[in-house]
Structures are given as C-alpha cells and as structure tokens.
C-alpha cells in the first residue's frame, strides 16, 4: 500500500534541507543522488521514492529556491494596488527578499545561483514567470494610458534592463547592498512611469533626439 501523499511531501522537504546542507559543505560542486542518500542516510532506491530522478531534484530545489519570490509576484499582481505602486511592490519585495537571504547565508546563496547557471533550463521558467506577471502589470498601466507606442513585450524588456540591478542576485556579490536601497528603486520605478508615460506616444513620433551608436 502506497504511503499517504503528506508523508511523501514531508519526505521531500526533509531531504531539501539535507540539499541545503550539502551545499553548504561543498559549494556548487555537482550532487549526485549517490551523494544525497548517503547524506540522507537512506539507500538510493529509497530515495527514488521521493524524486524519480535528478531532474525532479533540480526541479524540487528551483521551486524551493523561488518559493517566496513567486508569492510575491503573485500577490502583487493581484492586489488592488495603484498601478505605479504594484510595479514597486513587485520589484521591492523580492528586492528584499534577496537581500535576507544574502545577508543571512551569503555562501550558500551564491552557491545556489552557481547552481542555477549550471542549470539554467530547469530556472527558466521562473524567469520567464517573472515576465508573465510583469506583463500584467504593465497591461493594466496601458488601460491607464501609460506606455503608449511600445507593445507590453517591448514595455517588459525596457522596464527589465531599468531594474535589473535589483532583480538580479548576482549584483549583490558585485557592488553589495550600500549602493542599492529600495528608496532608489522608489526613483527608478517613477522613472519608468515618467520616461515610459503617457507621453511616450509623441515622443515616439517626433523621433528621439539621441544618437544611436553603432
């Protein structure tokens, strides 16, 4: 008889922390699922029980690891928010979540983005995701009349490449969190809204006065 769903879930958390562990001890260096039921002190076939495969693993970590991000996204997005401060929200509160785990264990958090490089396609959908919910903030600020002339793909990238500074963990082991702060991001989002505004239909149309370099 097949054991009760809870305790398999129960299982999987359990073995997460014996990941985290791991990673502790050893860094971005590859883990096998060898290596995780000797960790674990279970045989590898007890440990297929919760994962069928490494993939499943990976995949278990990445969901893991972008938990509390994705809720936030979430719960921003859904919020009743003005449109200018949901963009903020959006960005700040896992700004702020980086920041925690980057201050409370910044070994294991760049081991995890090493991870997460050498493993990018079982991330990408976070990213992606991360566009999804962004979008439907940058459609609601087009119902309000913002971003006219850009389709939400070209509103999306260009508001990504402002923030990405706050969006990318990476950045945090490069400049540290001194120069970074969310007052300043506060700034950057009015920026996008200002720059990107309701305006930005006739600027379009008069042409941009700044030279593009080739």
């Not at 896992?94 to 991870?115: C, G, H, N, T, W």
């Not at 979008?135 to 509103?155: H, K, P, R, T």
């Not at 950057?188 to 809204?193: G, K, Y």
Request: net charge negative; charged share 25%.
């Amino acid at each position: 008889m097949a054991r009760p769903h809870t305790d398999i879930e129960a299982g999987r958390i359990a073995l997460l922390e014996v990941v985290d562990d791991l990673v502790r001890k050893r860094g971005s260096a590859d883990i096998s699922m060898t290596d995780l039921a000797a960790a674990a002190g279970m045989s590898p076939s007890n440990l297929y029980r919760f994962f069928d495969n490494k993939e499943a693993l990976l995949e278990a970590v990445a969901e893991r690891f972008f938990a509390e991000k994705v809720g936030i996204m979430v719960e921003v997005a859904e919020s009743d928010l003005p449109v200018r401060d949901k963009m903020y929200q959006f960005f700040a509160r896992r700004y702020l979540a980086i920041v925690e785990q980057y201050e409370a264990e910044p070994d294991l958090l760049k081991s995890y983005l090493e991870i997460g490089h050498q493993y990018f396609e079982v991330v990408r959908g976070y990213v992606d995701l991360g566009d999804h919910y962004l979008s439907i903030i940058v459609a609601e600020a087009m119902e309000q009349g913002y971003f006219e002339g850009l389709s939400i793909d070209e509103a999306v990238s260009l508001i990504n490449q402002m923030v990405q500074c706050y969006t990318s963990p990476d950045i945090l082991f490069r400049v540290g969190t001194t120069k970074l702060s969310v007052a300043k991001l506060a700034m950057i989002v009015d920026a996008v809204f200002l720059g990107l505004g309701k305006k930005m239909a006739a600027h379009s149309a008069a042409g941009s006065h700044i030279k593009i370099v080739s």
